[in-house]
């Protein structure tokens, strides 16, 4: 699957992209995406190999122009009655990841807004969540910017690392939601 806005194409990752996912995966700059951290080119190589295994929820942001890689947005689909094993997976939980050198020029909404809109048409959601950090003011903006609602605060609800002591450092999340109902397709 591959989606296309303005100034980006969104597609499934390929071996060639670990370069351009390396500089983004080395330092990630939110602590929710620790694990994701990659030391070598060679975890770069072996991250996107991984990825690419899931064409149809995860997906590599491209410059239009270039083809270069500036990011990386998927979700998990769930069901909104985890005993019922006939029940619809409809609720998405999207997760989103820049390259801060292409920071505040608009193309995490550009992204975002095409890969909602493929989970609400084509998907079919009928939910999508996500969750932020309280620090994380830009994911904030741009869930809200996306037209989702906070729902609500988690105090010291999960955590990613640990501080100088060995000691976890426990986030504050937000979680932001639309329903497919609430989706304006402009």
């Not at 149809?56 to 094993?85: C, H, Q, R, S, W």
């Not at 989103?96 to 020029?105: D, E, P, Q, S, V």
């Not at 995490?108 to 950090?133: H, N, P, S, V």
């Not at 060995?166 to 999340?173: A, F, L, R, V, W």
Request: proline share 3%; hydrophobic share 35%; aromatic share 14%.
């Amino acid at each position: 699957m591959i989606l296309e806005t303005d100034r980006l194409i969104l597609r499934p990752f390929t071996e060639d992209d670990a370069a351009d996912a390396y500089e983004y995966l080395h330092e990630p700059t939110v602590h929710c995406f620790a694990c994701m951290k990659t030391e070598t080119m060679e975890d770069a190589r072996k991250a996107v190999l991984e990825r690419a295994k899931d064409g149809k929820y995860y997906f590599a942001i491209t410059l239009k122009e270039n083809g270069k890689v500036i990011g990386e947005i998927d979700a998990m689909a769930e069901t909104a009655a985890p005993d019922d094993k006939k029940a619809v997976l409809d609720t998405f939980s999207p997760c989103w990841m820049l390259n801060t050198a292409y920071h505040g020029k608009g193309y995490a909404y550009e992204a975002a807004r095409a890969f909602f809109d493929y989970l609400f048409m084509q998907k079919g959601a009928r939910r999508i969540y996500a969750y932020t950090e309280d620090y994380n003011v830009a994911s904030q903006r741009l869930c809200e910017k996306l037209g989702m609602r906070r729902e609500g605060l988690f105090c010291e609800f999960v955590t990613f690392v640990n501080d100088e002591n060995g000691d976890p450092i426990y986030e504050n999340t937000y979680q932001y939601a639309i329903l497919k109902k609430e989706w304006n397709n402009d």
